[in-house]
């Protein structure tokens, strides 16, 4: 099998780290991986396959011989870098919000929208951790009753906002158990014990980014503009994976047990569905999974054809790291790369 040159952006981060050990688990046909970051990763190490690998700093020259670079750095870095990879020969797979709503670039979640892969032009974007999940439970639904209506409500974990957030929780947690009042440097609010309705910035609108996201780039992966999305984003203290609990209207009906004879057989989706025995997912549970989970399958009866759903993932790996990596897997079974 043919093997390929590997750069990974941001490889100290928690969506870098959760990259490299995914193209490990996933057995990747890695030639070699180079770990990238800023200059101030100066001296560290990742490691790849039993061996302690110098990441390098990123720089556009980094990108000399590189097949595939996998991208979660943030926006400013993916904007200036990924050009750069593009132009030296790699396909890049972004994780930044940077290029998703670009109508040259694929937004891509491999079990929805594979073949939107064949028209790349050296990027691929890699879509919000809260869309992915999203998006793999309602195109097997989609397919069979046609969604007129999604109304999401977001759980979502520390560690989709980065290293430094899920220590915060760790230090507030602690110091409120003792009394003390923490002083919020991640988030306007401390976290620990709290909720906080506020991801990203806010507009005009009242929306933030993260719910324009979830609206965008829900009808650009499904390839649906009439479908209409609505979304509260929430910050909630668990340190990994995403909870949604998402409504939806069809145009055909669907009943709660269609519904869940149609997820069971989906790509990429988990049913555990008996809440009368206290089964359903939860975060704790999921946290290292690479499918989504879905259960509190359940008929909306204040209108025709309306279903409820609740939704886990684990926003590091398929909400971000394992999609990535899916996306490359199918890029080499297609040779696209």
Same mark, same amino acid.
């Given at each position: 099998?043919?093997?390929?040159?590997?750069?990974?952006?941001?490889?100290?981060?928690?969506?870098?780290?959760?990259?490299?050990?995914?193209?490990?688990?996933?057995?990747?046909?890695?030639?070699? +991986?180079?770990?990238?970051?800023?200059?101030?990763?100066?001296?560290?190490?990742?490691?790849?396959?039993?061996?302690?690998?110098?990441?390098?700093?990123?720089?556009?020259?980094?990108?000399?011989?590189?097949?595939?670079?996998?991208?979660?750095?943030?926006?400013?870095?993916?904007?200036?870098?990924? !050009?750069?990879?593009?132009?030296?020969?790699?396909?890049? +797979?972004?994780?930044?919000?940077?290029?998703?709503?670009?109508?040259?670039? $694929?937004?891509?979640?491999?079990?929805?929208?594979? #073949?939107?892969?064949?028209?790349?032009? #050296?990027?691929?974007?890699?879509?919000?951790?809260?869309? +992915?999940?999203?998006?793999?439970?309602?195109?097997?639904?989609?397919?069979?009753?046609?969604?007129?209506?999604?109304?999401?409500?977001?759980?979502?974990?520390?560690?989709?906002?980065?290293?430094?957030?899920?220590?915060?929780?760790?230090?507030?947690?602690?110091?409120?158990?003792? #009394?003390?009042? $923490?002083?919020?440097?991640?988030? !306007?609010?401390?976290?620990?014990?709290?909720?906080? $309705?506020?991801?990203?910035?806010?507009?005009?609108?009242?929306?933030?980014?993260?719910?324009?996201?979830?609206?965008?780039?829900?009808?650009?992966?499904?390839?649906?503009?009439?479908?209409?999305?609505?979304?509260?984003?929430?910050?909630?203290?668990?340190?990994?994976?995403?909870?949604?609990?998402?409504?939806?209207?069809?145009?055909?009906?669907?009943?709660?047990?269609?519904?869940?004879?149609?997820?069971?057989?989906?790509? #990429?989706?988990?049913?555990?569905?008996?809440?009368?025995?206290?089964?359903?997912?939860?975060?704790?549970?999921?946290?290292?999974?690479?499918?989504?989970?879905?259960?509190? +399958?359940?008929?909306?009866?204040?209108?025709?054809?309306?279903?409820?759903?609740?939704?886990?993932?684990?926003?590091?790996?398929?909400?971000?790291?394992?999609?990535?990596?899916?996306?490359?897997?199918?890029?080499?079974?297609?040779?696209?790369?």
């Amino acid at each position: 099998m043919k093997s390929y040159n590997v750069a990974v952006v941001g490889a100290t981060g928690a969506v870098g780290q959760t990259m490299i050990k995914i193209l490990q688990e996933r057995n990747f046909p890695v030639k070699r +991986i180079l770990p990238l970051a800023s200059a101030r990763s100066n001296g560290h190490s990742v490691e790849f396959r039993g061996e302690k690998i110098k990441v390098e700093e990123a720089v556009p020259s980094a990108f000399d011989g590189i097949d595939i670079a996998l991208f979660s750095a943030g926006n400013e870095v993916s904007k200036e870098l990924a !050009p750069e990879a593009v132009k030296r020969g790699a396909v890049v +797979i972004d994780n930044s919000s940077a290029f998703r709503m670009d109508p040259d670039v $694929p937004l891509v979640v491999p079990e929805v929208n594979p #073949g939107d892969i064949h028209r790349h032009k #050296g990027l691929i974007a890699n879509p919000n951790c809260s869309t +992915i999940q999203m998006v793999v439970v309602l195109k097997p639904i989609h397919e069979k009753a046609r969604i007129k209506r999604v109304v999401v409500s977001t759980y979502q974990a520390v560690s989709g906002t980065g290293v430094d957030a899920i220590e915060e929780l760790k230090l507030q947690s602690g110091k409120i158990l003792n #009394g003390d009042m $923490p002083e919020p440097r991640v988030y !306007p609010y401390p976290i620990a014990f709290n909720v906080l $309705p506020h991801i990203d910035v806010f507009d005009d609108t009242g929306y933030s980014m993260e719910e324009w996201k979830m609206v965008r780039e829900t009808k650009k992966i499904m390839g649906d503009e009439s479908i209409a999305v609505t979304a509260t984003t929430v910050r909630v203290p668990v340190f990994n994976c995403h909870s949604e609990a998402v409504n939806i209207e069809t145009v055909e009906k669907l009943t709660a047990d269609g519904a869940r004879s149609i997820l069971s057989k989906a790509p #990429g989706v988990k049913v555990v569905d008996d809440p009368k025995n206290r089964i359903y997912p939860l975060p704790a549970a999921v946290s290292g999974e690479n499918d989504v989970y879905v259960g509190r +399958i359940r008929e909306d009866f204040s209108i025709d054809c309306g279903l409820n759903l609740w939704i886990v993932a684990d926003n590091l790996r398929k909400g971000a790291a394992y999609n990535a990596v899916q996306i490359a897997e199918y890029m080499v079974q297609h040779s696209l790369v």
